[in-house]
């Protein structure tokens, strides 16, 4: 009996899609979703939490809290330019936030192509609310970007294992950034390469999870990985997947431990306009 058992699980194993057909799947799956997720907004409550790494370190009783409440989209822009992310900050804590930019969906929607620049300048704006470094890349679409197929010659890509996600059967595929310049870059302009593991059901290429995990390859940087893992459901009246969580790991300083989650709620459905376009 196990020797029936051992050979039916090899014969699976050679039937199983290899790497490339199961990426070829995702490439589809993305290329249908990009235009879907790119007409909806959703509102974002982020909490980041900096703390010290363990006692006894100069600064060990500093300890920091902060709740972002925040209007967010993902747009893909035109001429294959690229998958962006964009966050209005409301309110932090219990206090709101001056607006200086205006409503995030009329700013998608209504204004003159100049309008680009100035969701680009909202993103800015909203990320000097974060606790740690400024930064743009803790946002969902941040995986999604990366897993385009107008990305596809930057890795390599391996199956890395199997695992069921609300009882769907998916694959792990980890990819691997191998051109530089890189997606991601330091604040000098240096490379960050990334690492990016994607589950993907494997009768159809749907993303149901994935991280982002980048660090800066030169010998005098830290050695930190920043993370970046966003987990999507099914949303039945949509009948789309979309992003339900996120959880950042971020740099704060030496001895210091910062991490981040978000939810992402009231999805709706916006116009999205042939006038937002790269510069």
Avoid: C
């Avoid at 199983?16 to 409550?45: F, K, M, N, V």
């Avoid at 709101?96 to 409503?103: I, L």
């Avoid at 987990?231 to 949509?238: D, G, N, Q, T, Y």
Wanted: proline fraction near 5%; charge should be positive; glycine fraction near 6%.
């Amino acid at each position: 009996m196990k020797l029936l058992v051992t050979a039916l699980a090899g014969v699976a194993l050679l039937q199983s899609p290899a790497a490339g057909e199961l990426t070829t799947r995702l490439h589809s799956y993305l290329l249908g979703y990009e235009p879907r997720l790119s007409e909806l907004i959703a509102d974002e409550q982020l909490i980041q939490h900096d703390v010290p790494e363990r006692e006894g370190r100069p600064g060990a009783d500093s300890f920091a809290k902060r709740t972002l409440r925040s209007e967010v989209a993902f747009v893909a822009l035109p001429a294959d330019a690229g998958w962006l992310g964009f966050r209005r900050v409301l309110r932090m804590g219990d206090r709101s936030v001056d607006d200086r930019t205006g409503s995030l969906k009329d700013v998608l929607t209504t204004g003159p192509q100049s309008e680009y620049a100035k969701a680009r300048e909202m993103l800015a704006e909203s990320a000097r609310y974060n606790l740690g470094e400024a930064r743009t890349t803790n946002l969902p679409n941040l995986p999604l970007e990366m897993l385009h197929p107008r990305n596809a010659k930057r890795f390599s890509v391996r199956i890395a294992g199997k695992e069921k996600i609300h009882g769907k059967n998916t694959t792990l595929l980890v990819f691997v950034e191998t051109v530089a310049p890189t997606i991601v870059t330091a604040t000098d302009g240096g490379n960050m390469r990334s690492i990016v593991k994607a589950w993907v059901e494997t009768a159809n290429g749907r993303l149901w999870k994935a991280e982002v995990i980048t660090r800066d390859p030169r010998d005098n940087a830290l050695p930190f990985d920043a993370i970046v893992s966003v987990a999507f459901k099914e949303h039945v009246s949509l009948a789309l997947l979309v992003p339900a969580t996120m959880h950042e790991k971020f740099f704060s300083g030496v001895g210091r431990r910062a991490w981040g989650d978000a939810t992402y709620t009231n999805y709706r459905r916006f116009q999205t306009s042939a006038r937002i376009v790269p510069q």
